[in-house]
């Protein structure tokens, strides 16, 4: 169509009628890419995490609900659909068109986030939220009584794991040096690790560890912070594998060990929490942009009515809308794989099992 | 404040078999940039006194010369590849340590705001690292919380230290001496306290050192930190020296020399003065006492000095020559238990028991 | 050499007055400029005239550059004495970090770009003004709002993390405004996205007949690949605030080792945008180094193709060697490797424009006026800027240069020595076209030598400091590193006395400088064909263009011809007589 010959009004800036269409649109795609790379550097933190945590990112997909993230896909596929239609009734000046076809994509669109919402409360009640997800669920008191009872063998045991890996001896004719207890040094090392897991922190320093150790133990009393991390029947185990331990094993029966954990389908629960808290930031930030375009929608709606699409010209708006709107959907279908299908799904074992192995309760999927 | 009336340094010191080389590509590269960079200067000079405006004279037109453009991008290209090439040698040799460094591992955590350091040997170091003359060490580090940065500027090393990983290098000292060390990734309040010192050491110094008995002196800072220097702090504290002093030796003997030396004790035996007698003569002085005194001197017990706390006595009286003590008149740190003192905060182990362990 | 010269020198030439333009509103008596059509402060809060938005940006820009000033005062000061004179320690990590963010977002990206750039690029182009000049004014609002909150987060709590936040100390540790302060730099970016979309549409679309791109002004070319890089750059930055903002929040470890995190992530996010950032501030100032060198040595550039292409090639590659700010980080060693080597080659295109540069004044016919010796001022130093970069992007011998002094030396060069001086050399360039005033020869003059003076010795002794060892971000230090701090900062006071000079001469300019002249240095370029100040529109007609920009050594210079002449024309460059040919035209486009 010849650029020119449209009919409309032409801004002061521009020289003709074809000079302002294609500013326009070209000024859209050049948006068009800053987004790209904005949900870019998002999508390429979590391909780096993804492929570093693999079975825990596929564990904390199986747990997301697919069956409404089908329907959305269809409904915005859709929305897609109606809002080019409401360019060519633009085009052709069909403001009855037009408008029909702008509010279809607005109500496809409003269908998307109230599912959306839907879906996230779904999420909350089984208690899928980053961060201390478990404190909000009613079960979380009981669990941090549970865990303060199983760490209770764990202070003693401490300090005598520290006392005995400081066991000097004097070398007869050398110089007087500290000889670590081997043994008890990795006894120590374990409870360090264990200590890690259930507070969060960070302990290299044996030498002034006893305290740290009862401030950490503090922390969980009261505090009840960063509990998750293990479940209390896991502390009681792991404390007796301790005490049982007679020899230190080699490299690689650790490797040994920490493979069959993993097989067995032991998920780290931090590393779920980053899969979560991808999740919902990036489709949070997909949300965020449907909102936005769906009040754009909404302003071009009643413009429609107002007759400001009676200029032909004025088309390219629209045109432009929909670039932005087919950018969104896009986004969608490139969330729609990388979150939700990237475990296996055929089966709902996958998801009692991660439920199971983080230590809630299965709420019906 | 007039620090800097002194002469400044010039140029760093090239205490590590790694920064003579170093220094050679460095300067390489500096006098490949001064003379890229006189060449534009001088023509920029020249141009603005040949070609500053005169009446009558009209500007060329001139648009360029593709032969010009073809040589002074392959030329700097030569050069900058030069530099690529010889850095990645470079940076090769920096991290990849010679074998006999893996016989020396030493470790070092950063954390807010001090350095942990860990010999080999089991020694430990605070914002030190005691280092032998000719023997190439590998240093592993990591951080426990934020990313720091294990500097010697001496060295020309460096390695970002970062909490969750372990990263290391290493360097071989050539030269005795003491340098800076800093904290080179900025990490809070304190990154610029997070300094420290390193000591390089002749050969026999080393050895001393490692006994415990080689204080290294700084010249301006008479604390370094040895073990027979915290001994001595010790020694004042716990009162030692109100008996085992230089001025009378009526309640105690002096322990200057006392390292080796043979004792007489009474009953009639005779002693070697070695480790294991100056623990027992602390921890258990009724045991064996000297001829010529009176059994006074009380037990030292856990309680009091700790097994770390009485290495660092042993250490100090092993370094006693004589004329070494202390004059009664020093001040001292207040002792323990005296009043108006709080005590210090009790660890809340509960009481040791039987059989070595502490 | 008898290839380079393409036509014999003409001594009877003498540098001419171009003509009045041949436009219309010349004539009017009483004809209105931008500055005076309308009056009212809501004629300006609403305006969506380019160039009243490009001083908007002047004002605010310079208001924040003396904050930023006034945090690098701080610094310097607090480092004459080894234990630090006049802050406590947070208070210093504090104030370097306010320089430090306060310089980069709020004055070296925005001010070439927001003012010269918004002024000019139009201008330079034959159009009447941006492509999207209600964006245009909302860039403005948003950027000059996140700046303001911005700094006032930094006063309310201040930043401490350092202008490179990188955690885990930014993301658990520290106990500033982190989060509002990330919020701030969003905002501020975004702004930046939006200037770079409008002049890459602009320069695409709103070209008048003959501007081809062959014929287009370096200031432009440097404009649209700074525009490119923001417009890539940027939004990956702002992804990288709201992870650091989401960390902060709910402490989930993206970044936190002890929760599967991994630190070295963000840096790697972090520098693919700030890298290239650091060409966004460079590229706009070589721009107009190409408009000022050509001018005052009355002469083309040499080779006008080579920077063209060469601004190009540095937004390219620049993409490409982010981590050449992490070979001690804990990369992989054949990433190192690769890095290093991409680095090298994104060193070559600003050698060539030092050398094309150089050679465009060889054959010249010079003047020494402000905007000249900023103009030298800058090749001087930037060349040192960027040899000191070879330092640190050489793998061997950064390692004992990361993170000293020398680093900061090498980017203070490149930054304040290159990209601050080309803005001056901007600012007095295009002051009598945006204000139509001229402004004191000798102050200015004087001025510059008093920058350039000041500002070499500030940071030579740093280089030697940093050789020495001297790690950045200390308040402390040994003391043997005085002497070296003591000069630094005694030539700062120097260097801040230059940079407060211009507000008093330029000011008065305002009040009490001769009126200006359309083209009071004989300029060629189309902006210089419109009145001082410029009209609301710019040109009443569209120009048409039939030669390059810098036909200095031409005997009439640019003219215009108004469309409604009927005849359309293409000149070629060779011909000498360039008034009478009428060939038919090779490309008549109309606002390609």
């Known amino acids: 169509m010849a650029a020119n010959t449209v009919e409309g009004p032409v801004a002061h800036h521009f020289n003709n009628m074809g000079q302002q269409l294609a500013t326009v649109r070209f000024g859209m795609w050049l948006f068009l890419v800053t987004e790209v790379l904005f949900f870019g550097g998002a999508f390429c933190a979590y391909t780096a995490y993804r492929v570093w945590y693999p079975r825990d990112f596929e564990a904390g997909s199986a747990a997301l609900n697919v069956g409404i993230a089908s329907v959305n896909t269809f409904l915005l596929l859709t929305s897609s659909l109606t809002i080019t239609l409401a360019i060519r009734s633009a085009y052709v000046g069909n403001r009855n068109g037009l408008m029909r076809n702008l509010l279809f994509t607005i109500a496809l669109a409003t269908a998307f986030l109230g599912l959306k919402a839907r879906e996230y409360q779904i999420d909350y009640e089984e208690g899928l939220m980053p961060g201390s997800y478990t404190t909000m669920k009613p079960e979380a008191a009981k669990r941090d009584a549970e865990l303060r009872d199983a760490l209770q063998p764990l202070v003693p045991m401490l300090d005598a794991a520290v006392s005995e890996q400081e066991a000097i001896a004097f070398v007869p004719g050398k110089y007087p040096r500290v000889v670590r207890d081997p043994l008890a040094f990795y006894k120590f090392e374990r409870l360090e690790h264990l200590f890690q897991k259930v507070s969060g922190r960070l302990n290299h320093a044996p030498d002034g560890f006893n305290e740290n150790v009862v401030l950490a133990l503090e922390e969980v009393h009261y505090k009840g912070e960063r509990t998750d991390r293990i479940a209390p029947s896991e502390v009681a185990a792991e404390v007796d594998a301790i005490r049982a331990l007679k020899v230190i094993p080699s490299k690689a029966e650790l490797e040994a060990e920490a493979k069959k954990k993993h097989d067995k389908g032991e998920f780290n629960p931090s590393r779920v929490q980053l899969f979560f808290m991808f999740y919902y930031s990036m489709t949070g930030l997909h949300v965020l942009h449907m909102i936005v375009g769906l009040g754009l929608l909404t302003w071009q709606l009643i413009f429609a009515r107002m007759g400001f699409f009676d200029h032909k010209s004025r088309y390219v708006y629209i045109e432009v809308m929909s670039l932005y709107w087919h950018f969104v959907d896009m986004a969608w279908m490139f969330l729609l794989p990388l979150l939700y299908l990237c475990g296996p799904h055929t089966s709902g074992q996958a998801v009692e099992q991660f439920q199971m192995a983080i230590g809630l309760t299965h709420s019906g999927h | ?358 | 050499m008898a290839d380079i010269l393409l036509e014999p020198a003409r001594l009877d030439y003498t540098p001419q007055m171009l003509p009045e333009p041949e436009v219309s509103f010349a004539a009017h008596p009483e004809h209105k400029h931008y500055l005076n059509h309308e009056y009212g402060l809501l004629s300006w809060l609403l305006t969506v005239d380019h160039k009243r938005i490009g001083l908007m940006y002047l004002v605010s820009v310079s208001i924040f550059f003396m904050f930023g000033g006034i945090a690098a005062g701080l610094v310097r000061t607090n480092l004459i004495t080894p234990t630090g004179a006049i802050l406590e320690l947070d208070q210093y990590n504090k104030a370097f970090t306010a320089h430090g963010t306060i310089m980069l977002f709020l004055f070296l990206i925005p001010v070439i770009p927001g003012v010269l750039g918004n002024f000019l690029v139009p201008m330079m182009i034959g159009a009447k003004d941006m492509a999207f000049p209600k964006l245009n004014l909302a860039s403005y609002y948003v950027w000059v709002s996140g700046a303001l909150f911005f700094v006032w987060q930094l006063m309310v709590g201040g930043l401490d993390t350092g202008w490179t936040l990188y955690p885990p100390y930014s993301s658990k540790y520290s106990h500033t405004n982190v989060l509002y302060a990330g919020l701030g730099i969003f905002i501020t970016g975004f702004s930046s996205i939006l200037t770079a979309l409008n002049i890459i549409a602009t320069v695409h679309k709103m070209r008048c007949p003959g501007m081809t791109w062959g014929r287009l002004p370096l200031f432009v070319w440097a404009m649209y690949a700074t525009s490119v890089i923001q417009l890539l750059g940027t939004p990956v930055l702002a992804v990288t605030v709201v992870m650091l903002a989401v960390e902060r929040l709910a402490g989930v470890g993206i970044f936190d080792p002890n929760l599967g995190g991994d630190p070295i992530l963000f840096q790697h996010m972090f520098w693919f945008y700030s890298h290239p950032a650091v060409y966004i501030m460079i590229l706009p100032g070589m721009g107009v180094i190409n408009e000022v060198l050509t001018c005052f040595a009355r002469k083309n550039i040499f080779g006008y193709k080579a920077v063209a292409w060469s601004s190009v090639g540095i937004a390219v590659v620049g993409f490409l060697v982010w981590g050449h700010h992490m070979f001690l980080a804990g990369q992989g060693y054949y990433l190192a490797m690769v890095f290093a080597l991409l680095t090298m080659l994104v060193a070559v295109p600003s050698a060539i424009k030092v050398f094309n540069w150089t050679a465009t004044l060889y054959g010249g016919s010079i003047t020494f006026q402000a905007p000249m010796l900023f103009a030298l001022g800058f090749i001087i130093l930037f060349t040192i800027g960027g040899v000191t970069g070879l330092f640190l992007g050489t793998l061997g011998t950064d390692i004992h240069l990361h993170d000293t002094y020398f680093v900061i030396a090498h980017f203070h060069y490149t930054m304040v020595g290159g990209m601050m001086f080309a803005w001056q050399a901007g600012l007095h360039f295009w002051w009598p076209k945006m204000t139509g005033k001229m402004y004191s020869d000798f102050w200015s003059r004087l001025a510059a030598i008093v920058m350039l003076v000041g500002f070499a010795l500030t940071f030579l002794p740093q280089f030697a400091v940093g050789y020495l060892g001297m790690p950045r971000r200390y308040p402390n230090y040994p003391p043997e590193f005085q002497i070296y701090n003591v000069l630094s900062t005694a030539a700062a006071y120097v260097q801040g006395i230059g940079y407060i000079m211009p507000i008093f001469y330029l000011g008065a300019s305002l009040f009490f400088g001769k009126s200006a002249g359309n083209n009071p240095f004989k300029a060629t370029g189309l902006e210089w064909q419109t009145s001082s100040p410029p009209s609301p529109h710019n040109f009443e007609s569209t120009p048409e263009v039939y030669f390059g920009p810098y036909e200095y050594a031409v005997a009439d210079g640019l003219k215009i011809v108004p469309l409604n002449d009927g005849k359309v024309r293409d000149i070629k460059h060779e011909d000498p007589d360039l008034v009478s040919s009428h060939e038919p035209a090779k490309e008549a486009t109309h606002g390609s």
């Open chain 2, 1 to 358: 404040m007039f620090a800097f009336m002194e002469t400044p340094p010039f140029l760093p010191e090239q205490a590590s078999e790694f920064s003579k080389e170093y220094d050679v590509l460095f300067w390489y590269i500096t006098g490949v940039s001064a003379l890229g960079a006189g060449v534009v200067y001088s023509l920029l000079i020249y141009c603005c006194f040949a070609f500053a405006k005169k009446e009558g004279v009209a500007p060329k037109r001139i648009l360029g010369s593709n032969k010009l453009e073809f040589l002074w991008t392959i030329i700097p290209l030569m050069f900058f590849l030069s530099f690529f090439v010889w850095g990645v040698r470079q940076y090769d040799v920096a991290i990849n340590p010679p074998p006999e460094a893996y016989d020396r591992e030493y470790t070092v955590v950063g954390k807010q705001w001090m350095w942990k350091v860990q010999h080999p040997t089991g020694h430990r170091e605070i914002n030190e690292i005691t280092l032998q003359e000719g023997v190439a060490v590998r240093i592993t580090g990591t951080s426990e919380d934020v990313i720091h940065d294990f500097g010697i500027p001496a060295f020309r090393s460096k390695f970002d230290v970062v909490p969750g990983r372990y990263t290391s290098a290493w360097f071989k000292p050539i030269k005795p001496g003491t340098y800076h060390l800093f904290c080179d990734q900025y990490c809070g309040q304190g990154h610029s306290q997070m300094v420290g010192k390193v000591h390089v050491l002749s050969q026999e110094n080393y050895a001393a050192w490692l006994e415990g008995i080689y204080r290294v002196r700084d010249g301006k800072n008479p604390v370094d930190g040895s073990p027979a220097w915290e001994g001595r702090k010790l020694f004042l504290k716990l009162q030692c020296l109100n008996c085992h002093n230089r001025e009378s030796e009526s309640r105690a003997p002096t322990l200057e020399a006392i390292h080796k030396s043979k004792r007489a004790l009474q009953g009639g035996s005779t002693v070697v003065a070695d480790d294991t007698y100056l623990r027992n003569s602390i921890r258990n002085p009724m045991k064996e006492v000297r001829d010529g005194w009176k059994p006074i001197m009380p037990a030292y017990t856990r309680a009091q000095v700790t097994e770390e706390e009485l290495l660092n006595v042993i250490s100090y009286l092993k370094s006693l020559k004589p004329g070494d003590l202390p004059s009664r008149t020093e001040s001292s740190p207040a002792p323990v238990g005296a009043p108006n003192v709080p005590d210090p905060p009790v660890s809340p182990i509960p009481a040791p028991t039987t059989g070595g362990a502490r």
